[in-house]
């Protein structure tokens, strides 16, 4: 049978990346999530992430965070989507390294299904997503 022909890919021609690098702000994203943690297991988790040969990962900020929204775009109830060109798009919600000011036992996070910015407790579970740059 000849592969090139067949209806389904080969599992190796369908691999995702490890990472993406945003054209808009030169940021290198994970590409998969490990999936939910504590914020203080995802800080760990990043310092100790190697991943397409670089060891530099680290939680993003709250801003690079907000940067993955198109803000010039907004879903029915106007609120941002994510950018057309992130190639993970999903609605999960994830952990951002920024702690909130007034109650250091909380960090705020992106909720992606409704771009809302919150913060929660530290010891609460969220999904992770490193980033270097």
């Given at each position: 049978?000849?592969?090139?022909?067949s209806?389904?890919?080969?599992?190796?021609?369908i691999?995702?990346?490890?990472?993406w690098?945003d054209?808009?702000?030169?940021l290198?994203?994970?590409?998969?999530?490990?999936?939910?943690m504590?914020?203080?297991e995802?800080?760990?988790?990043?310092?100790?992430?190697?991943?397409?040969?670089?060891?530099?990962?680290?939680?993003?900020?709250?801003?690079?965070?907000?940067?993955?929204?198109d803000?010039?775009?907004?879903?029915?109830?106007g609120?941002?989507?994510?950018?057309?060109?992130?190639?993970?798009?999903?609605?999960?919600c994830?952990?951002?390294?920024?702690t909130?000011?007034?109650d250091?036992?909380?960090?705020w996070?992106?909720?992606?299904?409704?771009a809302?910015?919150?913060?929660?407790?530290?010891?609460?579970?969220?999904?992770v997503?490193?980033?270097?740059?």
């Amino acid at each position: 049978m000849d592969m090139a022909c067949s209806p389904h890919p080969h599992p190796l021609a369908i691999q995702k990346p490890p990472t993406w690098k945003d054209p808009q702000t030169g940021l290198e994203w994970q590409w998969k999530s490990p999936g939910e943690m504590t914020w203080h297991e995802a800080q760990e988790y990043a310092e100790s992430l190697s991943l397409d040969g670089k060891e530099d990962w680290r939680l993003p900020t709250l801003a690079e965070l907000e940067s993955l929204l198109d803000r010039t775009k907004a879903r029915p109830e106007g609120r941002p989507p994510m950018r057309e060109e992130v190639p993970f798009r999903d609605e999960l919600c994830y952990w951002s390294s920024t702690t909130f000011e007034r109650d250091t036992k909380t960090a705020w996070i992106l909720m992606f299904d409704g771009a809302y910015l919150l913060s929660y407790y530290k010891s609460n579970l969220y999904h992770v997503r490193c980033v270097r740059g």
